[in-house]
Structure formats: structure tokens, C-alpha cells
């Protein structure tokens, strides 16, 4: 390391001696020279596959056409489309002008096939062609992964030769370094004996882990050493030190997450919360691919009480959208998707719903301020994943009793994709460059969308999983940047200043994948290829990639528990609930209610009173008294407006 180290200082004084010479454009000089050996990482390598990564489309035969089909399902994931996502071209391109020969890093994990068959040369993936480049994270990728460490007695045992004939053994598979069987023998979680007739099927246990997962989604820039607390750019044409994720910078670690969460100790019971059949969840699987009683095969085999649906369920919706728009134009891929239309609905509403059970959302007043609580249900930070745009953030709108607005924080208006979050809480990640990296690229210091380049991490505020711990997250470089989260703290809150005469309150959660700054940043700093323009252009078309609403509650301060005069059961006080009680005053039981005693006189009986009381507590400064309210029937317990069916009890 020391000697590493000592060449980057030879290159960085020749380079300063360069820097005071030019001027602030010329200094940029981008992409800074680094090679493939920069972004070189243990496990298979290119060209040593003896069958290669075959498409999904090659398992239709067995495994579509049928109710839960494991091919349908994929198809319409992000997962399958990795190789289209227009997202990921614009940021390729990118990459590739910010640091030489660095989309190699991406392509290893958006591309697998085309890696591993020795067409993610040249980098910008121009040498990408044909079904089995584009058709992203394949079955046979998947089910031909080895685990990288050899478990005697339960490992298949042809693994062992595998791994002893790599020549770097990856010690915590990270940032793409998979191993992958050379030859097309399949694994999965069961058993399917030995006289399995189709093709190899071998039982692998490292198909039920999560440590599968953290292949390409525990992600590290190994351009980057770790010195102390900051992170320093290698020396040139040479591999990382160690591959030690400790080591590199992070760009993202969902598996460090979760590896440090109450999930990854033993299952959960979240009661049915991510679908599937099983409420007590655990690994990835167990949320991003619920399992069902049904067959995976439509040769005749047996119904399976856990076989995971194959969602592989995320947070995509409008890029989905964006891919099928784009597949038979050729502008950035060769060979079309042809995903159905019906089930990219489905997907989407699978996606949403995923989004919206990761959360649940809290509202109540203290110390005269509404608390607004977003609390993380999910096994990993809120949000998670790759930080470049991608947030999280809280709406709250005041209104007077006549709808006017008195404040509103974390506006987004969906027609200029502009949030305003000044006043709000937006829950995300800031990667950037410090002065050394800054003054290196010639680029200013601070958050950047420059992921290539970035060794800093500016901010962090997302919420942590249950079972979080401070220490926990630093051992895997996930730790809370610019606020503190106490230890078991899964939970946020944030504060808002009630205005006067507010009445009527929304408080709204929304997920965004690429905000329209992170969007204009690909297309305007575009210099080498159309696909930033391309991206632009479907996010305009796609309505502006419109964020995903988590979580909704109308709150009035003051009425607690919220006051239902009608039976919409809309948590809200409104001019429907006022005209249902003069309905009740003037038509009785022909208006089809119960009588419900409004104020506080005990009387069991609907009068002027009650009306009176409700419409000043909806339009006046008036609030409901401390004494006891009423039922609306015989039980003489005092209660709070709850009698929503007719007759009353």
C-alpha cells in the first residue's frame, strides 16, 4: 500500500505542476486515466465460460405460460431489464467520460452475459448485441451462480473444483465479483433428484441466502483506497489492494443494511405485510420474491408450498414504462423486450405496493406542533439502493376550514418536477468529491452526481431498519451522515409549527427513483453518445418520472380521534359531515343515520345543540370540550362520535 501510495503522490505533483498552468476548463481533464485493471474484481472472468449466459427467453418451454410462471414474472422486473434501463445507459456514459474504462464496473452487473462472454469491451457498451447481452440478470446467471464459500456437505460439489481454478477466490462477493459455473449446470433450493431428465439440477443452499444477493448489491468504487477517515484514488493500472469492501469507497450497501438489522438475526413476523404465504420474513427473497403454494414447471411437477414468485418486486414503475416505449426504436439496444403490456400493469402495482408497505405513517400533535412519524418497515434504510436521485420526503399541506392554504412544506408540483423541500424533511443520500478528488478532476468540491469520481459522502439521513445499531452500520460503512438515529431508533420524526385558524391538515410520504435534477445532470453533461437525451426525452414523456405516494393521513388538530359526522369514513372533518347532522336534525331516522348527540350535554339525543357545537368546530375557533361525549345508543358509556351503522346498537 505504501508504495501505491508513493506513486499516486509522483503523479499527483507532476499533475498539480500541469493544474497551475491551465486554465479552470482545461484543468477538468476527464476521465482521469484509469484502466481495466482499476475496476478488475476476483471471481469468473470474461471468456472462461464453456456455454454462456443464456437469455431468459430460452426457459419459455418450462417456465411460462402458467399461473405464477417463474420467465412471466421476470420478465417485467428491473432485474430482467437491467440491459435496457435507459437510466443506466445515461449514467454508463457518464462513468465512462468521469474515469476510463469505469463502465466495466456497471456492465458486470446490468450486463452479466455480455461480461462474462467478453463483449463489455469497449465499456460504453457499444459491443453489446443480441438477446443473450440484453436481457440483464438472467435465469442461468442466477441459477448458475457458485457460492463462494464452499460449504462441505452442503455445497454441490463440483463447486469446490470451480472455486479452487479461479484465480481470486472473492472472500465477500461484492460489486459484481460472482462466480459462475463454466458449464450450464443449474442450482436452486430443491432437490430434484437424480433422474431429473431436462438439464442439471443441483440443490444449493446459497439460493435461499441473502449473501446471493449482496453480489451486486453491496456496491464499492475500488478506484478508491480508504486512508484514516477519507478515501484516495489508487495508483493507475492496477487492481484494489484487497477487494476488502472496507476498503473501497461505498456506493451503496442494501446488504450492509440489512446484514446489520433485526432481519438478518432470524425471521420476523410482519404478518403478511410483503405478501407471500409465510408472514415471518427474513432474507431478500422473502420480501422481493414471496412465496406462493403453486408448481414452478408445467411439465407435471409437483405443487411447491414455498416456491418464491419470481417479482423480484422494487420501486420501478414509469422506467418500465419508458422501456417498453423504447424497445422496438433501436436507439439503445438491438433486440427488443416485447414485455406484455398487461403485465408491466401488474408489475407496476406490485412495485407501488412494495413501496407502500415498506412505511407506515404516524401523525400527532405535541407541545403545540404536529409530529409527523415515518416509521422504516422494511429490512434495509428507507430509502435504499443507489443514491443518485433517488428520495424520499414528507408533504404537509395546512388548510383552513374553507380550503385555503395556510403552509405547506415539501410542495412537489408534478408539472416542473420542482420539489420545494427547504421546509420539509427529504430522506436520501449525498455522494460527492472532497478537495482532493475535486481539485484532481477538475470539478467543484462537494455533493456530486459524478459517481465515478465521488469519495465523500455529504449526507445520509435515511431511515435505518429495526434492529439498527451505530456501531453496527460503521462496521459496513452505512452509518448516519449530518443526523444522529439513537440505537434501535427504525423510526424519524419531524416537526411542524401549526399556523392559526388551521384546521385541516394533509400529511403525505412520497417516493421519487430520479429526481429532475439527477435526470438534466445525464442528459446536459452528455458529451459522448445520444443516451442522455434519449432518457430525457422518455421522462418528459413519461410524465416526469412523478413520484410513487408511500403513505396519506388528513389530521385535524385539536379533534382527536378524528370526528366522522357521515359514514365516508375519511378520517376527516367536512362540509359532507356538517350537512349530515342537519339531515339527522330535520329528517330524523328518515335520513337514514342514527342520532349522535354532538356536544357534551349527555342528552343521547341529536338537537340544535349538537349542530350548533360541529359547525362551530368545523368553521369557527371553537374545540371540542374535555367532558366525555355521548354514544349514539343506549350504552350510557360516554364515547366519541363512533357510531357509523344504522340502526345503532
Request: hydrophobic share 35%; aromatic share 10%.
Amino acid at each position: 500500500m505504501n508504495h501505491r501510495l508513493s506513486q499516486l503522490c509522483i503523479f499527483l505533483a507532476g499533475f498539480f505542476a500541469c493544474f497551475a498552468l491551465t486554465s479552470t476548463a482545461e484543468a477538468q481533464n476527464l476521465p482521469i486515466p484509469t484502466t481495466l485493471q482499476d475496476w478488475a474484481q476476483p471471481g469468473t472472468q470474461p471468456g472462461v465460460l464453456v456455454d454462456p449466459i443464456i437469455a431468459g427467453s430460452a426457459c419459455n418451454l418450462c417456465h411460462s405460460a402458467f399461473s405464477n410462471s417463474p420467465v412471466d414474472s421476470w420478465k417485467t422486473s428491473i432485474m430482467a431489464q437491467a440491459g435496457r434501463d435507459p437510466i443506466f445507459h445515461a449514467c454508463l456514459a457518464i462513468a465512462n467520460q468521469d474515469a476510463a474504462e469505469s463502465g466495466d464496473l456497471c456492465l458486470r452487473c446490468h450486463a452479466p452475459g455480455a461480461w462474462l462472454a467478453g463483449n463489455s469491451t469497449p465499456t460504453d457498451g457499444s459491443n453489446l448485441s443480441g438477446i443473450n447481452d440484453f436481457d440483464g440478470v438472467t435465469c442461468t446467471l442466477c441459477h448458475r451462480m457458485v457460492d463462494p464459500e464452499y460449504v462441505s456437505g452442503q455445497s454441490p460439489s463440483i463447486d469446490l473444483g470451480i472455486l479452487n481454478n479461479l484465480a481470486e477466490v472473492p472472500e465477500a462477493a461484492h460489486t459484481g465479483q460472482f462466480v459462475v459455473d463454466p458449464a450450464d449446470n443449474r442450482r436452486g433450493p430443491y432437490n430434484l433428484g437424480g433422474g431429473f431428465q431436462f438439464h442439471v439440477a443441483m440443490q444449493s443452499q446459497f439460493h435461499h441466502s441473502a449473501r446471493l444477493c449482496r453480489t451486486c448489491h453491496d456496491v464499492s468504487n475500488p478506484a478508491y483506497q480508504r486512508v484514516g477517515e477519507s478515501f484516495v484514488l489508487n495508483a493507475f493500472d492496477a487492481p484494489h489492494d484487497t477487494h476488502d469492501p472496507a476498503d473501497e469507497f461505498p456506493v451503496e450497501r442494501t446488504y450492509g443494511e440489512w446484514s446489520q438489522s433485526a432481519f438478518a438475526q432470524g425471521p420476523i413476523n410482519m404478518g403478511g405485510r410483503f405478501g407471500g404465504n409465510n408472514p415471518n420474513v427474513s432474507t431478500c427473497q422473502d420480501c422481493h420474491m414471496p412465496s406462493t403454494n403453486s408448481i414452478g414447471c408445467n411439465m407435471g411437477y409437483p405443487s411447491r408450498p414455498d416456491l418464491a414468485r419470481h417479482y423480484f418486486m422494487g420501486t420501478q414503475t414509469w422506467v418500465l414504462d419508458a422501456i417498453h416505449d423504447l424497445d422496438t426504436s433501436f436507439l439503445l439496444w438491438d433486440t427488443p423486450a416485447y414485455m406484455e403490456p398487461t403485465q408491466i400493469v401488474l408489475a407496476k402495482a406490485r412495485n407501488v405496493n412494495m413501496l407502500q408497505s415498506a412505511s407506515d405513517l404516524e401523525v400527532s400533535t405535541e407541545n403545540g406542533q404536529i409530529k409527523v412519524r415515518v416509521i422504516n418497515q422494511s429490512g434495509h434504510k428507507l430509502p435504499t439502493g443507489y443514491p443518485e436521485g433517488r428520495r424520499i420526503w414528507i408533504e404537509v399541506h395546512f388548510k383552513s376550514p374553507f380550503g385555503e392554504t395556510l403552509a405547506h412544506h415539501g410542495a412537489y408540483d408534478f408539472n416542473t418536477a420542482i420539489l420545494e423541500s427547504s421546509t420539509t424533511t427529504v430522506f436520501e443520500a449525498k455522494h460527492g468529491l472532497d478537495s482532493s478528488s475535486a481539485t484532481l478532476a477538475g470539478l467543484p468540491e462537494g455533493p456530486s452526481f459524478h459517481f465515478a469520481l465521488n469519495n465523500k459522502i455529504f449526507k445520509d439521513n435515511r431511515i435505518p431498519p429495526r434492529g439498527f445499531t451505530n456501531a453496527g452500520f460503521e462496521s459496513v460503512q452505512a452509518e448516519p451522515v449530518g443526523i444522529s438515529y439513537p440505537d434501535g431508533q427504525y423510526w424519524h420524526d419531524t416537526f411542524y409549527d401549526i399556523p392559526t385558524d388551521a384546521l385541516l391538515i394533509d400529511i403525505n410520504v412520497w417516493y421519487q427513483t430520479a429526481s429532475k435534477e439527477y435526470i438534466e445532470f445525464l442528459k446536459d453533461e452528455n458529451v459522448t453518445n445520444e443516451a442522455g437525451n434519449i432518457l430525457y426525452d422518455q421522462w418528459v414523456k413519461q410524465d416526469k418520472g412523478p413520484p410513487i405516494l408511500m403513505d396519506s393521513l388528513s389530521f385535524e388538530p385539536g379533534l382527536e380521534p378524528f370526528i366522522r359526522g357521515d359514514s365516508n369514513l375519511d378520517n376527516s372533518i367536512d362540509l359532507s359531515d356538517a350537512i349530515t347532522l342537519l339531515g339527522w336534525l330535520f329528517l330524523g331516522d328518515e335520513f337514514g343515520y342514527c342520532p349522535i348527540a354532538g356536544d357534551s350535554n349527555d342528552d343521547s339525543a341529536l338537537n340544535i345543540s349538537d349542530v350548533i357545537f360541529t359547525l362551530n368546530a368545523l368553521f369557527g375557533s371553537g374545540a371540542p370540550p374535555s367532558a366525555p361525549w355521548p354514544d349514539c345508543g343506549p350504552d350510557p358509556t360516554p364515547d366519541f362520535l363512533r357510531c357509523y351503522e344504522y340502526p345503532c346498537p
